[in-house]
């Protein structure tokens, strides 16, 4: 039995990884698919003040509370910077770090560097994508129809401090990790050059998928053997 815990991007919630957490599960596994603090199920709690570090200390305290070792970590699009701070805070914790498409800034970068897009919707604490445009952009990514449906339905705002502060990683690219790195073929971010930079900094392996931003419910079986091992 291996412990997965699952970390979602931005906009999204735990739901996201259900497909992929549901087969971990049935394949005698335990898989935590939590969001994170202002998102999904959490996003009354939005306030200022929420960041990626903030977010990633709760899940370190997480694991520490329920005492989770040997534990595998997988962290997608924005996610990916929560997973690394949670990694470098609970370093002894973690056995392998996954990054599906992720974004994996060095320390003092901020999303922005990275992704050049906007979001329509900024407020003061929190931003986000318009929901009616997200069953195209899932489709788009590979998702299909009823589930880009369903899937669409639970995008919301994501706290805006993930995105105007630089992330904090002062030893996370330092260490040594049994890591992974997953590139979607169709994602339009965070882009082949991000992905393969944080791949040779970490001495990573690397997997190619051919589909979009969202292999959790594009290609979950496919993404579920790579998750695994």
Not at 103 to 111: Q, T
Not at 159 to 181: K, N, Y
């Amino acid at each position: 039995m291996t412990t997965f815990l699952l970390v979602h991007g931005a906009y999204q919630g735990g739901w996201i990884w259900k497909p992929v957490a549901t087969r971990l599960r049935a394949a005698g596994h335990l898989a935590f698919a939590p969001s994170l603090d202002g998102c999904g199920e959490r996003s009354g709690q939005m306030r200022a003040g929420i960041t990626t570090e903030t977010q990633a200390e709760e899940l370190a305290a997480f694991l520490r509370s329920e005492d989770l070792r040997d534990v595998v970590l997988a962290g997608t699009s924005a996610g990916g910077m929560v997973a690394a701070k949670v990694a470098e805070l609970a370093h002894d914790r973690i056995a392998r770090l996954v990054l599906v498409d992720a974004l994996a800034l060095m320390h003092g970068e901020k999303i922005r560097d990275i992704v050049t897009r906007p979001a329509p919707i900024v407020t003061d604490i929190a931003t986000g994508p318009k929901r009616e445009d997200m069953p195209a952009r899932l489709t788009g990514n590979g998702v299909p129809p009823d589930l880009a449906q369903w899937a669409a339905a639970r995008f919301g705002l994501h706290p805006i401090g993930a995105f105007e502060r630089p992330v904090v990683l002062e030893r996370f690219w330092d260490q040594d990790w049994d890591a992974t790195v997953i590139f979607c073929r169709h994602a339009e971010n965070p882009g082949v050059a991000h992905q393969r930079r944080a791949a040779d900094k970490l001495g990573a392996r690397w997997h190619e998928m051919d589909t979009g931003h969202y292999p959790m419910l594009s290609m979950p079986d496919a993404l579920v053997r790579l998750i695994g091992g």
